[in-house]
């Protein structure tokens, strides 16, 4: 059976899975994960993260209470964004593509060789190496209850 494409997204989740719900209710979804990082932050937030490396996709988690689905990265080369495979996308087509879909500001920033073009609106963040696209995060803001954040 042929794995589905990821569906990006943007400030609602992945594939139909929506930010907010809980680390439970993830793996009921997506199964038992293959790895599961813990990550101490300055900010005294609990973040967890659950890779999927068979699907191309790591889950992150964040709240003290109550952590919640807040973020989503992958590198898995069939992504969609708006309908598009965003991996065979360069960044103008990208941008122009973000645009067209209401997410206009961007910038970019080169952080330990790496290039990451950001969408702050959309919470959307790409890494490149060189013209490379090697990964695509995107999330909401959690506040400490595990709330989502909707007027940042």
Partial sequence: MEQEAIIIEPLKGCSGIPFGLPVEE????????EEIDHLDTDDQM???????????????????SRP????????????????????ALSR??????MK???????????EEGE???????????LFYDGDEL??????????EAGEIIDDF
């Fill in 26 to 33: 993830l793996v009921a979804r997506l199964g038992e994960p």
């Fill in 46 to 64: 609990n973040t967890i993260v659950l890779h999927y490396w068979d699907l191309g996709l790591s889950v992150f988690f964040e709240g003290t």
């Fill in 68 to 87: 919640v689905l807040s973020c989503f990265e992958t590198d898995d080369m069939e992504a969609l964004l708006f309908g598009q495979k965003v991996f």
């Fill in 92 to 97: 103008r087509e990208i941008i122009a593509l």
């Fill in 100 to 110: 067209d879909n209401g997410f206009e500001s961007f910038e970019e920033e080169e």
């Fill in 115 to 125: 290039l990451r073009l950001s969408f702050e609106d959309a919470l959307v963040d």
């Fill in 134 to 143: 090697l990964a695509i995060n995107w999330g909401v803001y959690v506040d």
